[in-house]
Each structure stands twice: as C-alpha cells, then as structure tokens.
C-alpha cells in the first residue's frame, strides 16, 4: 500500500504537497477561534487578530509546498519564526512547520545540511523556552526530545531512501547486463553460423565448379562421364541447398515453425564427405572410435571439410588427399594431407578457413596448424582434447 502511495505522488507532486500540508493548515484554521477568543496579556506579546494569526500562519506553511527545495522551505520558515520571535508574537500551531521542513531536509538533503537544520531547529527551542518559559535543563531537554525524534526519522528516511534507490539501479544495471548478454549471445551465434555457411558454401560450390569443368570436358568424348558428374553437381547443390537452409532458418526468427531440425553432420558423415569429395580421397582410422559430443564431431567435420576445399582450390590438378583420424591417446589427432603444390600454391587473401579451424579447435582447447610439406604438398593438423559424450 505505501508503495503506492508512493507512486502516486511521484506522479501527482503538486496534490501530494497539498496533502501533506492539509493537516496542519486545517488545525490552525481550527485553532483561530480559540485564539480569536484568547485575551490579550502582556506575557503573551501583540494579539494579532483572526486576520493576522492567518496570515502568519498562511506564511508559514507555504514553504512547505517547495517539495523541491527543502534547504530554503526550511530557511525560510525558521527566518519568519525569527522575526516572530523578535516581535515577541508567541508560538502558533503554524510554528510546527519549522519541524516538518527540518524533517524534509533530513530525508532529501545530505548529512551536513540536515546536522545544520538540526541545530537550528534546537536553537529555536532554546530561544523559544527563554523568552516564554524557564529555560531549565530538564524543560530544554524534553523540547528536545520531540526535535530529535523528527530528525532522525528524516535520516532514517533518507537512508532507507537511498538504500532502495541502490536496489533499483542495481537491478536496472543487472537487467541492462542480462540484455547486453543476450545480444552478445547472439551476436556470437549469428558468427558462428555464418561461419558454417562459409564452409558449407566454400566446399560445396567448389565441388560444383570442378565437377561442371570435368563435365564440359567429357561431353563430346565420353557422353556417361558427363552424366555422373552433372549428377554429381546435382546432389552436392542439393545438399548445399538442404543445409543452407537450415542455417538460415535459425538467423529468421519470426519462422521458427518451419525450422529444419536436421541434425548437423558429425564423424558419421565423414565417409559420405571423402566419397563425395572432388578431390580423389583416402579415409584411415587408428584406434576404436570413441563417442564425442556433437559440437566436437561437427569441428572435426568441418576442419576435414574445409582442408579439402583448400586442396581442391590450390592443389593444381591430379591432386590426392589423405585424411587420418587417431583415437589412440588422449587427444584426437586429425591430418589431412594432400601432394599438391604445397608452398608454391598462390596464397588466398580473402579466405576464412584457417581462422574458422582455429576458432572451433580453440572452442575445445586444442590447436591446428596448417602449413606446406617438405617435398610437395600441404597438411592440416588439429588435436583436439577428446571428450567422451554425456
């Protein structure tokens, strides 16, 4: 419920201060009467009339509508209370005000300005009890009382205030956080992705272009030649095609229910990728083959993948290529070698290969190389941590 009261005069400030001044203002418009009625005396200093008692009152409480301004409410009630106090008027219902604006500046204001409305406040009381009362200790310290009271309550207020305020901000800058997370999160997955496509195009258009060159070769001399290779180039752009797809259904978000759920290629795929290689391709394997998460098959995949592109782009022609895969020891040694030209095949400027092997062997904290060999040719050598699958 306080909250939202809160809320509402957060949003409504001008109503809020009026309600807040309303009581006090309504007990001096009662007590007009009994003053009206009260006889003059010379203790009790001038009679200001009914008209005059409401004006001073008036005058009092309308600083307390500078909601904005606590330090000069205040100043500017304990200023007229002083002159009050010169002209020897004595204390009215209205003089309670000094206490609700030393209040304000306690809870908006900081420790030295409320330290400072505080003395003030307890001045007052001083000169109040010695120019209208006995000025004992006893009087001073009951007076005080009531002062310090409201004092504290406008420091713990004010604490409290801004221990939620804390809480706010820190909840605004954790959710901002969790936002940037995400968008970084994604960020990250959008990279990923179109790493896979460029493999997945690289590799797959390149077969194509070698497979359309061997068939525009063969076409006049060996008519069935040409057919399995324009067959050839069909079913690698169908398979092209099918994991396009499902790479690019995961980037469009507002058609997640035509989403493919094809399962990414892994080491189970590998015999299908040498087979359908354009560069004519040996698979060995050493040791037993040991079950590994689907993220590493698909890394695996994808750096045998991406090594026999680069054969089939600089290898020159006739090129052979031999891939190895080692399960014996702890890691998962992975080379591919081809006899191509090696160091004399031009160097690409714009490719993303080696830095996409890279980043999948670095996601599982193994290392590749990739550099010419001694005597012709080029090798890919990545090891991998082997991680048995949950």
Known sequence: ?????????????????????????????????????????????????????????????????????????????????????????SPLAANLA??????????????????????????????????????????????????????????????RRRYLEGLEERAERAERERDQQARMAAAAERARIARELHDVVAHNVSVMVVQADGAGYALDTDPEQAREAVRAISKTGRAALAEMRRLVGVLREDERASTDYTPQPGLGQLEDLVRGSAVPTRLQVGGAPVELPEGQQLAVYRIIQEALTNALKHGGPGVQALVEIDYNGPELVVRVTDDGRGAAAPRSTDGHGLIGMRERVGMYGGAVSAEPRQGGGFEVLARLPMVKAA
């Open 1 to 89: 419920m306080f909250g939202k009261v809160r809320a509402w005069s957060r949003r409504h400030e001008k109503p809020a201060s009026l309600l807040r001044v309303a009581p006090l203002a309504t007990l001096c418009v009662i007590l007009a009467f009994p003053y009206a009625a009260m006889p003059s005396t010379v203790d009790a200093g001038p009679h200001l009339g009914v008209a005059g008692y409401l004006a001073l009152s008036a005058v009092l409480l309308l600083p307390l509508l500078w909601r904005d301004r606590p330090v000069a409410a205040f100043a500017t009630i304990a200023l007229i209370s002083f002159g009050q106090w010169l002209a020897g008027v």
């Open 98 to 159: 000094v206490l609700i604006a030393l209040w304000a500046v306690a809870y908006g204001c900081t420790f030295r300005w409320a330290l400072a409305a505080g003395l003030v406040a307890e001045l007052g009381v001083f000169m109040a009890l010695a120019r209208w009362n006995t000025p004992t200790l006893g009087v001073f310290f009951s007076g005080s009382i009531f002062v310090v009271t409201i004092w504290l309550a406008g420091l713990y207020a004010n604490t």
